[in-house]
Structure formats: structure tokens, C-alpha cells
């Protein structure tokens, strides 16, 4: 056995997502890759592509969260920060939702990142090579005539 010298690897089942705008929602689905009995920890976060999220880039997370009831600027869908997603022994996928904005106003098809990375004290984690996906926000609008 030689399994505790195996990196236990986390990755995207997919590195390309995407749902209509008035789905709701995008699911990443996270995959773990071994055959360790031990909690293993990721973090995800999004980032803005040519769809933008509520989070601003240059904001740290606590004025992020002071402010984040007085945004009204249009946003594409729900940021999210350092969400720590953990496999219990023995689990194998977890999936991540994150919110998508509906309106009736016609868009180019738009998409953001979800990204994977380890918080501190990872040891014998790694990440696979699918640790960032695109989300695709699909236009369901009419186009203006
Ligand atoms: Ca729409
Ligand atoms: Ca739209």
C-alpha cells in the first residue's frame, strides 16, 4: 500500500459549464480522485469573465460583505470567495451552485470562471489539471430589431 504517499487530487468534472440565463443557476460539479478515507478540503471561487459578478475585483472580502446589500449596479450572477467545499470519507463529487441574474434585456452569450484552489495546510493534496472551468451564461433574450 502506498496510498498515503498519493496525492489525494480534486479537480472539475468538466472545464466547460454553461445554462440559460433564466435557469438560475450553474452547477460545478467537484470530483476527488483517490481512495483516501480522510476529509479533503478545496476552495472555490468565481471570477468574472465578460460576465460580471456582484463582487468587484480590488474589494477584500469584509467590504465585500459590509457592502454587499448596497449593490445596485447590474451584475451577471452571484460571486463567490474562498468557499471551502469538503469531501467527507468515502465522498467522491460535490457539486457547486452558483446564482445567475435573469432579465429581459438581450446580451451576447457571457461567461465567468469557477476556480479551485487548497487552503493552507494541504498536505498530500493536489489539484487535478481541471481546476478551472467556464461557465457560459446562454442568452435567452430576444435580439432588439
Ligand atoms: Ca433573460
Ligand atoms: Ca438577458
Known sequence: MISDATNVRVEFNSTVYGEDEDAGMVTFTLIRIDESERPVSVLFSTANGSAQGNYQAGQTSQTWHNNISFFAAPFDFTSIMDM???????????????????????????????LLTLPGGSEGVALGSAS??????????????
Open 84 to 114: 471551502l467545499v469538503t469531501f467527507q470519507p468515502s465522498e467522491t463529487q460535490r457539486e457547486v451552485q452558483v446564482m445567475i441574474e435573469n432579465d429581459n434585456v438581450y446580451e451576447d452569450n457571457e461567461d465567468f470562471l469557477g
Open 132 to 145: 478551472t472551468a467556464t461557465a457560459t451564461i446562454f442568452n435567452d433574450d430576444g435580439k432588439p430589431l
